[in-house]
């Protein structure tokens, strides 16, 4: 029901339809999306058919990116220095009982919404929509965009690093100045589990869900942005939708550069 939103009215928009027979958007569909890119900043090329564009968000987020690409090449023990601080001092320091807590309350909810509430049978469609892949290929993709190319590198790099205790790890017998190498062994074992078992999947679950949610069920466009109008409702169309545009865009950036560089890193080790 449209009571579901707590922030704002979603606009009267029906869910996205395939146009007959395929999963391609019907014009129909093609000129609801552009009710909500007419309420945002875009430029367009041929009638919004080869181009369609915020050139804000892209923009700046172009700007932001390339300038730590260039600046990590005109500087590179300056800004390895400040990564360090901020990626392996500050962050850590800081922010790790966030990550923690944060992954569990997720991880809870989610089964709590799948297994209990009236939403665990939800479609991410129309109700009267089928699948365009089977489940089998549906979970392959899946699981390769998400952790493929971080397990390959991981799998046996990272349970390792914790039983030896690589990079201070205060479980290990030398770190507690007790136990023995066997605890060290379960201890790592632990710990790449909470990264790469339930918790590990819960950010791609939860922005998985949301977009799909929002864009094929709410006829909304794809992006970040759209998936707080229940938080911030019609303040998704100016600067604070572009901010989350911006802020998905680096981050994900940088996340996938991370895996592929790191993934490159092992094969050409």
Known sequence: SRGDFAVGETPQRRPLRPASGSSAMSAEDVRELDVHFDRCWHLRAGGGRFLSVNPLVTVLATIIIWAFVILCVVIPDDMLKGMNIAAFEWIPEVWTWFYIVSQDIWIT???YLMVV???????LGKEDEQPDYSFVTWFSMLFSAGVAVGLFYYSVAEPVWHYKGWGGARFTKGGR???????????ALMITWFHWGLHGWIPYTTMGAVLAIMSYRRGFPMTVRYCFWPLIGERCYGWMGDFID??????????VCTSLGLGAMQINA
């Open 177 to 187: 100045g007790y136990g023995n190498e066997n605890e060290d062994g379960t201890h």
């Open 246 to 255: 911006i802020l998905s865009i680096i981050t994900t950036i940088f996340g």
């Open 109 to 111: 909810v989610l089964i």
């Open 117 to 123: 509430s009236k939403y665990g049978n939800l479609k």
